[in-house]
């Protein structure tokens, strides 16, 4: 499966983005889905997954109550509604899947995106 991410920019603090996901060469209803991010000199980290019912959700705490993992699977995209931006979510980010039914927290997905830079000034 091949993995397209848009929607990055730079925004304000306080700002919003939404992030999208898009494949292609499978269905996505096959495969949970991840985001995760990776910031200039520091570890990619995760940042939300949602299992492939979409029914199943998990985020890094920093991120809970800001942003929103979804999934689309008729569209076979995944997204990520990102509200009350900080400028430590300045990183670029990165969609991930894999071919489990539950949610994957670690970075031990198979098919990743290219990343979107995500750039939130203070």
């Known amino acids: 499966v091949q993995l397209q991410a848009s929607g990055g920019g730079l925004v304000q603090a306080g700002g919003s983005l939404r992030l999208s996901c898009t494949a292609s060469g499978d269905i996505l209803t096959r495969y949970a889905m991840g985001w995760f991010r990776q910031a200039p000199g520091k570890e990619r980290e995760f940042v939300a997954a949602?299992?492939?019912?979409?029914?199943?959700?998990e985020y890094l705490t920093s991120v809970k109550g800001r942003f929103t993992i979804s999934r689309d699977n008729a569209k076979n995209t995944v997204y990520l509604q990102m509200n009350n931006l900080k400028p430590e979510d300045t990183a670029v980010y990165y969609c991930?899947?894999?071919?489990?039914?539950?949610?994957?927290?670690?970075?031990?997905?198979?098919?990743w995106g290219q990343g979107t830079q995500v750039t939130v000034s203070s």
């Open positions: 991930a899947a894999d071919p489990v039914a539950t949610v994957v927290v670690t970075t031990e997905y198979d098919y």
């Open positions: 949602i299992s492939w019912s979409g029914k199943v959700t």
